[in-house]
């Protein structure tokens, strides 16, 4: 699962640190998490999955967002877990719930009013769409230049042959 702009989603407030790109989890989903770390429990592969798993969000479930930015090391987290395990990667996304936390504590009252500290699954759906949308529109935008590419090939190929 890559941690791209589709997992990652910035708060309301884009000019703070608070509004960098934040992976937003299943706030049950990380509690159990948590709370098996807190127990010293290992975190099995299908609990990280999960918990980072976007598909299957209820549209009443309440969604937190994580500060993973410090990791620099994430990109993908499939990768990650293959790598160091499901416990480091567990690890590294109750600390980023802590970052985030942090991060807010810091900020004046007037910018800490203004971020999103938690939304409905319903809100995530449709946020994630709106990227995915944007995701796409993006990804049209530099086809026209391929099909430039394509076209201007088989005038040389001719000219060449005439």
């Known amino acids: 699962i890559a941690l791209s702009a589709a997992h990652k989603m910035a708060s309301s407030d884009e000019g703070s640190d608070a509004g960098r790109d934040l992976l937003w989890v299943s706030k049950r989903k990380w509690f159990e998490v948590a709370r098996l770390l807190e127990e010293n429990k290992k975190v099995s592969r299908e609990k990280v999955?999960?918990?980072i798993d976007p598909d299957d969000i209820a549209d009443d479930a309440v969604m937190i967002p994580l500060d993973v930015n410090d990791e620099a090391s994430?990109?993908?987290l499939?990768?990650?877990i293959e790598q160091r395990g499901a416990d480091h990667v567990a690890g590294v996304l109750v600390r980023g719930r802590a970052k985030f936390l942090e991060t807010v504590r810091k900020l004046p009252e007037a910018e800490r009013a203004e971020v999103q500290e938690e939304m409905t699954g319903a809100a995530y759906k449709?946020?994630?769409?709106?990227?995915?949308?944007?995701?796409?529109?993006e990804g049209e935008e530099e086809e026209p230049e391929e099909d430039v590419d394509e076209e201007v090939e088989p005038a040389a190929k001719k000219?060449?042959?005439a």
């Open 74 to 76: 994430i990109q993908d």
């Open 49 to 51: 999955d999960e918990l």
């Open 159 to 161: 000219q060449k042959t």
């Open 126 to 137: 449709q946020m994630m769409e709106e990227v995915m949308a944007l995701a796409a529109e």
């Open 78 to 80: 499939d990768d990650l």
